[in-house]
């Protein structure tokens, strides 16, 4: 019962930032719009703090890291190979473009800030428990808070409908269906994890600064601490693949940018796919991004 509470918290934050866009006033959004890129690092910091109190109790903390690299990299690939594989089979051929290293090193710089952040709040941590000081910010209520964000901006998201047609819909389903058999793949390696929990971590579909809070909450703090560095190497893996071989095979670099395909990765997709890839972007992103907590939470309840 409490898992179905927690689950509806996070769709009702999500739907009713949806619904009260354009309808709260203008300066109060744009104050939330202001807000919305920063707060994701205010959630990580508070997710290293919650999370440094795990890291003590574990005696191998390097499983986790080694775990959670393994299946963000497994999922990335199978994103990218499920959604190739169902376009090739329609008779769509690899395309031609080209890449900017600069756009890359600026991707990478932005992936650093979240690291950056982590630290910062491992480190508040560590130092409040020096001088005996017990630091509490509740990750729960502050995601929440970002659901609602995350809510505002979605209505704002420039979605045409022209766009909602089943071949684009297909880069999407390859990400759900690609990041399933990474985690399938994933379980000959990690038998440490249930299969049913790395079915679960799969579909976080890059979205770290959800699915680690999330899981932490329905499950345990190290299956969190999973989920939270496996999305994050995912976005990363994403960029890697756009970069490398994303002028070559657009639809399935945006598979396996999973959520990020809307707005951390989207300047990729536009320089290295071309101006007629956005849509694809948007519309996967956009779907993955309401699927993810939906999934995640679903999945961690049973």
């Known amino acids: 019962m409490q898992s179905l509470w927690l689950i509806f918290q996070l769709l009702f934050c999500l739907f009713l930032g949806f619904i009260l866009a354009r309808r709260l006033p203008q300066w109060l959004e744009k104050i939330a719009f202001h807000i919305l890129p920063y707060f994701c690092y205010v959630l990580l910091i ?40 169902l376009f090739k089979a329609m008779g ?5 473009g080209r890449v ?16 950056i952040a ?21 990750t729960w209520h502050l995601l929440l808070v970002f659901m609602f964000l995350i809510g505002l901006d979605l209505a704002y998201s420039p979605l045409d409908r022209s766009w909602l047609n089943w071949k684009i819909l297909l880069v999407p389903v390859g990400c759900i269906i690609g990041s399933i058999v990474g985690a399938l793949i994933a379980n000959l390696f990690l038998t440490n994890i249930a299969l049913k929990d790395l079915i679960m971590l799969s579909q976080g579909y890059g979205f770290y600064s959800m699915s680690g809070i999330v899981v932490t909450e329905l499950k345990n703090p190290e299956l969190g601490s999973i989920a939270l560095i496996n999305d994050l190497f995912r ?6 693949l756009m970069y490398m071989i994303g002028w070559r095979y657009p639809r399935s670099a945006i598979a396996s940018a999973g959520a990020t395909a809307m707005d951390v990765t989207l300047p990729m997709v536009k320089q290295s796919c071309g101006n007629a890839f956005i849509p694809h972007a948007m519309v ?19």
């Open 46 to 85: 508070a997710i290293a703090v919650e999370f440094s109190q795990t890291l003590h109790e574990i005696s191998s903390p390097s499983i986790i890291l080694s775990s959670a690299i393994t299946l963000s990299l497994l999922c990335s690939v199978g994103a990218f190979a499920c959604c190739y594989l």
């Open 92 to 96: 769509y051929q690899a395309t031609s």
């Open 100 to 115: 900017s290293a600069d756009l890359l090193l600026k991707s990478l710089i932005n992936i650093s800030y979240a690291f």
């Open 118 to 138: 982590l630290g910062a709040g491992y480190g508040l941590a560590e130092l409040s428990n020096r001088f005996d000081f017990n630091l509490h910010l509740s």
């Open 235 to 240: 976005e990363i893996f994403a960029i890697v």
């Open 284 to 302: 996967s992103g956009f779907i993955l991004s309401v699927l993810a907590p939906i999934l995640v939470s679903v999945l961690a309840a049973l």
